[in-house]
């Protein structure tokens, strides 16, 4: 089954223990991204991957950072999480950038930082 | 747990009405456009598409209407059933001077009383 992946489903951690979120496609999908949606404001891109090993800021990057060693994973790392980081995050991927493709979210992972 | 559905437009409908969720989208240069549903607990999933070249796109009981003139987009639902509750992103991308990043609206709640 096509599918995006992503781990844990739940999380609720302390303010500055680093903390890692996994997501993985099994699409052979080259662009991969990620979101946090928070109430009334929608979702927001964190960061994206055009292909592997090609990375760039979306529009909220503060706090966070990305890699992308593989084409089927992008792993988002929190270094040093803070309250403001608890929200619902969604990894999505899709079969290239251009303009004529959908993306495919994962279930999403909540997160609690206290 | 917490809903996306907090803060947002909403759209309250009878079963088997008809449902109209309409979305104004901000870069006249986009040319690509996709709806989204996400139900509670869940990532948003694909419902359509349409391309700039096109006004009108039909598919099993959505239709989407693309009015680039106002830079309005709406989703329409025929037959609404209770599964339809969600909430509705409609999303962005594309065209020269556009960007490959989809944007996306901050969605509506759809709502489908039995």
């Known amino acids: 089954e096509a599918q995006v992946t992503q781990n844990p489903r739940y999380l609720i951690t302390v303010t500055g223990k680093k903390l890692t979120v996994t997501c993985s496609q099994n699409m052979n999908h080259e662009y991969m991204s990620w979101y946090r949606q928070d109430p009334g404001l929608g979702l927001r891109q964190i960061y994206y991957?055009?292909?592997?090993?090609?990375?760039d800021k979306g529009d909220v990057p503060e706090g966070y950072k990305v890699s992308r060693k593989e084409k089927r994973n992008f792993p988002l790392i929190l270094e040093s999480p803070s309250p403001n980081q608890t929200s619902l995050y969604f990894c999505?991927?899709?079969?290239?950038?251009?303009?004529?493709?959908?993306?495919?979210f994962g279930q999403g992972t909540r997160l609690t930082v206290v | 747990g917490e809903s996306v559905g907090l803060h947002l437009p909403t759209l309250s409908v009878q079963e088997g009405d008809n449902s109209i969720i309409n979305c104004a989208y901000s870069?006249?240069?986009?040319?690509?456009f996709i709806w989204y549903k996400q139900e509670s607990g869940k990532g948003p999933q694909f419902i359509i598409d349409i391309r700039s070249n096109m006004d009108k796109r039909q598919g099993q009981r959505v239709t989407v209407l693309l009015n680039k003139t106002v830079k309005h987009l709406s989703l329409q639902i025929a037959a609404t059933q209770p599964g339809d509750s969600a909430v509705y992103f409609c999303?962005?991308?594309?065209?020269?001077?556009?960007?490959?990043?989809?944007?996306f609206g901050r969605g509506t709640s759809l709502i489908v009383h039995p």
């Open positions: 870069n006249s240069a986009s040319d690509y």
């Open positions: 999505a991927s899709s079969f290239s950038a251009s303009w004529n493709t959908e993306a495919f």
């Open positions: 999303a962005e991308k594309g065209g020269v001077g556009g960007s490959y990043i989809p944007t």
């Open positions: 991957s055009m292909n592997v090993e090609v990375t």
